[in-house]
């Protein structure tokens, strides 16, 4: 009932003309199914040369990596809501934990780029996850699901529809070492339940989480067994055909639940 979705953050990687380059190489190495949506997240600087040259009958998404809350003005280095749809994109990372421990953004931030979002018509990929500290001292479910409640406050069970969680362990990105199926798993259902509590079991069972952290053509379909685990956010292994094509497999290869 929830379409996987599988999301390759590109992070600082790609001039405009290797994205490109990469795109053409990417979209006929890519499953086309209806079952797994896929959304590519380049840099801002190359959205425009990926639209053209996914073309405009792609199977694929275009998403932006982060936004300012305001529309415009003067923000300087900053990016809005309407430029990322300008440019052909539907989605948006928000919160994602670089942007938290590296550019200082905190969960009041947060807050506001999702409602921006989606008055801009963009669907935020909300990023959640534990420090290992956090995680070591057993604090991992309340940490995570405080951040969920601080970025969706006050939102609607509407508004709820168009947003999907990422939960990203930080520990793991990056990292070479993802998060265990379970401990995954464990983490999906503490935010199900929590969006239950505070909207509505059904907007809690359309809502689509992700899994984030060193997810890889290895272990991909193991994660994506699970029926809790709606889809992956990519970093690392989007940035090669193969390992994310073997990704994106997985995904149309996963059971039906
Ligand atoms: C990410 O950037 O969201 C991410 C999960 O990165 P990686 O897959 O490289 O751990």
Redesign the pocket.
Same mark, same amino acid.
């Given at each position: 009932m929830r379409t996987t979705l599988i999301v390759g953050?590109w992070?600082m990687n790609k001039t405009a003309s290797e994205a490109a380059r990469f795109v053409r190489e990417l979209t006929s190495a890519l499953p086309r199914d209806p079952a797994v949506e896929i959304v590519l997240v380049p840099p801002f600087t190359a959205l425009e040369s990926v639209r053209a040259a996914l073309g405009s009958a792609s199977h694929l998404g275009l998403g932006g990596q982060n936004m300012h809350w305001e529309a415009q003005g003067a923000f300087t280095g900053e990016i809005s809501g309407p430029m990322l749809r300008d440019l052909g994109c539907t989605y948006v990372?928000v919160g994602? %934990?670089?942007r938290r421990a590296l550019f200082g953004e905190r969960d009041g931030d947060v807050h506001k780029k999702v409602r921006s979002a989606l008055l801009h018509g963009l669907r935020p990929i909300l990023?959640v996850g534990e420090s290992l500290e956090e995680r070591e001292s057993g604090r991992t479910e309340p940490l995570v699901t405080g951040q969920v409640a601080a970025a969706l406050n006050g939102l609607s069970q509407r508004e709820l529809d168009a947003i999907t969680i990422?939960y990203?362990p930080v520990w793991?990105?990056?990292?070479g070492r993802?998060a265990t199926t379970e401990q995954a798993v464990t983490v999906h259902r503490a935010i199900r339940k929590h969006i239950a509590a505070g909207w509505h079991h059904d907007t809690a069972g359309r809502m689509r989480i992700l899994y984030?952290? %060193?997810?890889?053509p290895q272990n991909a379909a193991s994660l994506l067994s699970e029926p809790d685990i709606d889809g992956a956010?990519?970093?690392?292994?989007?940035l090669k055909t193969d390992s994310f094509a073997t990704i994106a497999l997985a995904a149309k290869n996963r059971p039906t639940h």
């Open positions: 953050n992070k990372i994602h %934990s670089e990023c990422a990203e793991a990105i990056g990292t993802a984030g952290g %060193s997810v890889t956010l990519v970093g690392g292994a989007c």
